[in-house]
């Protein structure tokens, strides 16, 4: 018989949409701390920091599922916040994050 070796932590689709979800409403939280486009782009870039250091730290010692789906919802977040900045940019001519 060979041996048969199983993952500890194995992916879900439960873990990943728990980790999805809990991700945006972290990233929501975080950005309506914005008063406006520059501070909600700064803020959304800091909960993203956070989440994926958490995210991390979960691939390491947790779940991979919920890192998963914290680490995807994140990446969404960030687009986000870029398209917004770009618009906010093709605007009005002028980079809005300075």
Not at 6 to 33: C, D, I, K, N
């Amino acid at each position: 018989m060979r041996p048969t070796y199983r993952e500890p932590h194995p992916v879900t689709g439960g873990g990943v949409a728990s980790g999805g979800g809990a991700a945006a409403a972290w990233l929501l939280l975080f950005g309506l701390l914005g008063a406006d486009v520059t501070s909600y782009a700064w803020w959304t870039v800091f909960a993203g920091l956070l989440a994926w250091a958490t995210a991390l730290v979960l691939v390491r010692f947790g779940d991979r599922g919920v890192a998963t789906g914290v680490a995807i919802v994140t990446a969404g977040g960030w687009s986000i916040a870029a398209a917004v900045v770009a618009v906010r940019w093709a605007t009005s001519g002028d980079w809005p994050l300075w």
